[in-house]
């Protein structure tokens, strides 16, 4: 199938775009990548997005699919293949737990913006139950089994935050949760996860959250070599 020319509009940090960007490597897709600068956006994306966020997939450079998970549902579907389960139910489950990953998306936002020790800790326990629900439906070695598939691209991102904060800041957050620590690893070693971001992510990380002034911010700072 022709699928045309394939734009994908992206912010370095997002983890959106990230998920976006392993299933178009997953896929095989040619694509040409677009980083813009969200503190300014560019009048031809306000032009093109309707909701004025990243990820956006221009096709011929003129339609515009917006929402991540549609965009990865978009391609999945245009090519090869599909990381998807055949099976109804098994493919609602899995949209299921993608919502539940962009869900535990906006607790990291609460996690790194916390303004002080019992809010950032608070967003924490949230957190950590959320790998705790994750650690008890997944198979392993990836979240159904030995497939890498979408709902795998959306966890990359979610672990990848915790793989830079972790150089710096020591955490419990996943203490005792085997199979998603083994999950976490066996994703970050991926090449489509490793290729979807750029060489100085976790430095770029580092700088966004301390610019937050926030509890983890302090936490960082403190951190960071002279
Ligand atoms: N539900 C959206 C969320 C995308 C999103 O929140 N993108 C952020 C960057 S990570 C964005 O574009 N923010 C700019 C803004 O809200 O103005 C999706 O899944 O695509």
Redesign the pocket.
Known sequence: MNIGTIELVS?K?????QRSVITLLEKGVVFKRTDID?ANKPGWFLALSP?????LLLIDNKDAI????VICEYLDEVTEGSLFPADPKLRALHRSWIEFG?QTLAAIGGYYSAKDEESFRHAEAQLRGRFEKLEDVIAGPYFSGADFMIVDAVYAPVFRYFDVFSTLVESDLFKGLAKVEAWRRRLAARQSVIDAVDVDFAQALIAFVIRKQSYLSHLLQSSVPA
């Not at 940090?13 to 775009?17: H, K």
């Open positions: 912010f940090l997002c983890p959106y775009v969200l909701t004025g966020k990243v990820p917006f929402e991540s998970a962009s």
